[in-house]
């Protein structure tokens, strides 16, 4: 590999252009203690060629949630990051301060490997800047204390961080023990870097989720009754974005199909106990027993089989089967005069 390319990434004033000062050994980016953004747009600069090293590439990107510009118009700038670092970077670091770890940061964190897409992580590595700040402090212990959403942003970018004290200058160690790290990296993804092709990806991942959860809003608002609609999408417990189905829900045809299963077990159970209370077991013919049949019933009073169906559904008539005689003409009397009278 002859080439090394580093992009840096973050929120304005986390110490990207210090760091890359730091990376280079050398006062090439500018720097201000201000609020003001210092980084307009993307610019590189690269480290001397040493023989039988790479040559490190350094390229820095306006803060992310810059106050100053739209966030549509900062993402356009920080993108041309990856044409600035043709062919691809081998590495992304993810600068963020030693402190106070603020919903301000996860919200720009989580735009960042948004706007990416899922494949960036690969390439990343977590730098803290102020390491300073730490004092006597091991980075290790900084970290059992953090916020648990920074603990899972590091896991997304495989364990991989490290700290920058960029005001020393003369610390040497803290530079090559980052670029061991980024190299042992690098290796592990056979030396390739993020290309064009996998921002594309990305950004075809996210119109893709936008379109489920659009369709999925679509299928609970369908779903909800008028007194629903009233009390919003929750009442389905279908949040914005959030796919129905991942919460435990089913279909309409499916919960149709599940509920009409229920209703023939429940119906065959009950004749099956109907059966078993009057003695006849599955498979023995009531008949032997001594009690009427449907059609010795129908025989007796001269009527047809296709009337004692009008009265009753056939899941019924079975049951009617097994009772006795005179259970059996009852409750046939009744369901006559029942349906005459409707």
Known sequence: MDELRIVLLGKQGAGKSASGNTLLCKQLFNTAASSERVTQACSSHSSMSIEGKPTIKVIDTPGWCDSSQSENDIKQEIIKCIHV???????FLLVLLIGRFTNEEINTIMNILKEFGDEVTKYMIVLFTKGDDLEEKPIEDYLKEVHSDLKKIIQLCGGRYHVFNNRDK????????????????????????????????GKEQIDDRRRQQHDTKAVCEKRKTPAESENGSRSHGCDAGEDYEEKGG??????????????????????ENRSRSHGCDAGEDCEERGDISEEEYLKIHSLPSSNLHDFVPLFLVRILECMPADAFQTLTAIVKITKCET
């Open 85 to 91: 670092s043709s062919p691809g970077p081998h590495v």
């Open 250 to 271: 089913i279909s309409e045809d499916k919960s149709n199909e599940e509920n009409m299963k229920l209703k023939m077990t429940q119906q065959q159970n009950s004749s």
């Open 170 to 201: 003369k610390n040497n160690n803290q530079v090559s023990s980052l670029l061991e790290k980024i190299h042992k990296m690098v290796e592990s993804n056979e030396e390739k870097y993020y290309t064009t092709t996998m921002y594309q990806k």
